[in-house]
Each structure stands twice: as structure tokens, then as C-alpha cells.
């Protein structure tokens, strides 16, 4: 779980802060509870980071309290998405979960991320990796026998961008 951190003072340092000191981050730092000062950052980016947190309120607070006045981070969460980071995959976020952690930035913009065409795509890609043959054979059973249409319905899935089925979401707040 990396996050990294940006100061453009004068050119761009980044810092990166995890929890975990074998990923030989900058520092070391649980955005829980981070002793990182208050209004250092100008840029927060935590990507795919928010669903391994066990209090997520307190790091979207964190991730606030980091930021200058008018600064602005870019946070990714899954949604429609396998486990991963297995036993420290918590949650799942919707576009009003996402809104909720986040209600105190002056601004929020969130999208999904990606069509539910390419999420279908993508989760058929992800079944090859699941530990239940079960699953990944009736999850690749499922596109293979609907695979005529998915073709047909190509244009139109590949575009269409949708909350409701896609791997997530991606919010860019301001401070």
C-alpha cells in the first residue's frame, strides 16, 4: 500500500509513505494514524490503497490533513474487482461511499474507471488467476458462451461507462 506524496515548491519531490517497511518506502507511515505534518503536501496520489486500510474514514481524514490549503489528491478504489492483497483486502467503494469518505474536500469529481465491457473483459483476464477452479471454469464458460454477442455489443459496451459494473472508481479532490 503506497502512497506517494508531492511538494512542486521548487520542482517536484515526492515522498512515498506504506505501512509495510519491506517495500522500501520514503516513510514509513499507516495513513490511519500518520505523523506525516499537517499541510505538507501540495499532491496526494493513493491509488488502490483505501480498501486495505481497516479505518478508512481516518485515512481520507489524513489524507486532508497532509494536504495545503488548495492542494489536491487522486485516490482509486476498486469496486467490481477480485480480492487482492489477501488477508488485507476490506472493502469495496461506490460512487456514495467515495463522496461519504471524502465529504470534507471542497471539491470531489469521481468517475468509474472503466466500461463494463472492459470490466467484463477484465474479469474474465482475472479468473485465470482465481484459486477455485470452479469459479474460473464457470466464469470462463459464462464469456465463452456469451462471447457471440459480447462481439455484437462491442461497440457499444466498450464505451459506455457505468457505475454499476466497472472496477472502479477514481476521484480527484481538492483541499
Same mark, same amino acid.
Given at each position: !500500500? %503506497?502512497?506517494?506524496?508531492?511538494?512542486?515548491?521548487?520542482?517536484?519531490?515526492?515522498?512515498?509513505?506504506?505501512? %509495510?517497511?519491506?517495500?522500501?518506502? %520514503?516513510?514509513?507511515?499507516?495513513?490511519?494514524?500518520?505523523?506525516?505534518?499537517?499541510?505538507?503536501?501540495?499532491?496526494?496520489?493513493?491509488?488502490?490503497?483505501?480498501?486495505?486500510?481497516?479505518?478508512?474514514?481516518?485515512?481520507?481524514?489524513?489524507?486532508?490533513?497532509?494536504?495545503?490549503? +488548495?492542494? !489536491?489528491?487522486?485516490?482509486?478504489?476498486?469496486?467490481?474487482?477480485?480480492?487482492?492483497?489477501?488477508?488485507?483486502?476490506?472493502?469495496?467503494?461506490?460512487?456514495?461511499?467515495?463522496?461519504?469518505?471524502?465529504?470534507?474536500?471542497?471539491?470531489?469529481?469521481?468517475?468509474?474507471?472503466?466500461?463494463? +465491457?472492459?470490466?467484463? !473483459?477484465?474479469?474474465?483476464?482475472?479468473?485465470?488467476?482465481?484459486?477455485?477452479?470452479?469459479?474460473?471454469?464457470?466464469?470462463?464458460?459464462?464469456?465463452?458462451?456469451?462471447?457471440?454477442?459480447?462481439?455484437?455489443?462491442?461497440?457499444?459496451?466498450?464505451?459506455?461507462?457505468?457505475?454499476?459494473?466497472?472496477? +472502479?472508481?477514481?476521484?480527484?479532490?481538492?483541499?
Amino acid at each position: !500500500m %503506497d502512497v506517494i506524496l508531492a511538494n512542486v515548491k521548487t520542482g517536484v519531490e515526492v515522498v512515498s509513505s506504506d505501512v %509495510d517497511p519491506a517495500r522500501k518506502p %520514503d516513510v514509513v507511515d499507516d495513513l490511519t494514524a500518520t505523523k506525516l505534518p499537517a499541510k505538507s503536501f501540495d499532491f496526494v496520489i493513493c491509488a488502490e490503497v483505501i480498501e486495505h486500510v481497516i479505518n478508512p474514514y481516518a485515512a481520507a481524514e489524513n489524507i486532508r490533513h497532509v494536504l495545503k490549503e +488548495g492542494g !489536491m489528491a487522486f485516490v482509486s478504489a476498486p469496486f467490481f474487482f477480485p480480492l487482492h492483497d489477501e488477508p488485507y483486502d476490506f472493502f469495496r467503494y461506490t460512487e456514495f461511499g467515495l463522496r461519504k469518505l471524502f465529504q470534507h474536500c471542497s471539491s470531489i469529481n469521481i468517475r468509474a474507471r472503466a466500461s463494463w +465491457g472492459r470490466t467484463a !473483459m477484465h474479469l474474465l483476464v482475472r479468473s485465470l488467476w482465481f484459486k477455485d477452479k470452479r469459479i474460473d471454469l464457470a466464469v470462463q464458460l459464462l464469456f465463452v458462451w456469451n462471447l457471440p454477442i459480447l462481439l455484437i455489443l462491442r461497440p457499444i459496451l466498450g464505451r459506455t461507462k457505468t457505475p454499476y459494473f466497472t472496477t +472502479g472508481f477514481i476521484c480527484v479532490l481538492t483541499k
